[in-house]
Nanobody, 111 residues
Framework: QAQLVESGGGLVQPGGSLTLSCAVS????TAWGWHRQAPGKQREMV?????????MYADAVKGRFTISRDSTTNTVYLQMNRLNTEDTAVYYC???????WGQGTQVIVSS
């Protein structure tokens, strides 16, 4: 059974950087992504990486976040730079198909 495990969340000051990791086991996936859910808000797409389509980013993170994948270790990364308080959320890794989610990792941007 496929499994996704996120790591790398934590507390960071505004303007700082953080890298999230998602270890993927099984599945034979062809697309991987990061979503986030802030308190009181709906889950939203952050970035999507696919073997078939161009990489996509939410407008709010373009130019600051970068999604990548290491195929040798089957790990998906989200490099986050110039973080601000609006980036505070639980970040979820996912992969498709079939759509599979990780358990989430908390990111808090605060001074």
């Amino acid at each position: 059974q496929a499994q996704l495990v996120e790591s790398g969340g934590g507390l960071v000051q505004p303007g700082g950087s953080l890298t999230l990791s998602c270890a993927v086991s099984g599945g034979g996936f062809t697309a991987w992504g990061w979503h986030r859910q802030a308190p009181g808000k709906q889950r939203e797409m952050v970035a999507v990486l696919s073997t078939k389509d161009p990489t996509m980013y939410a407008d709010a993170v373009k130019g600051r976040f970068t999604i990548s994948r290491d195929s040798t270790t089957n790990t998906v990364y989200l490099q986050m730079n110039r973080l601000n308080t609006e980036d505070t959320a639980v970040y979820y890794c996912n992969a498709a198909s079939p759509l599979t989610w990780g358990q989430g990792t908390q990111v808090i941007v605060s001074s």
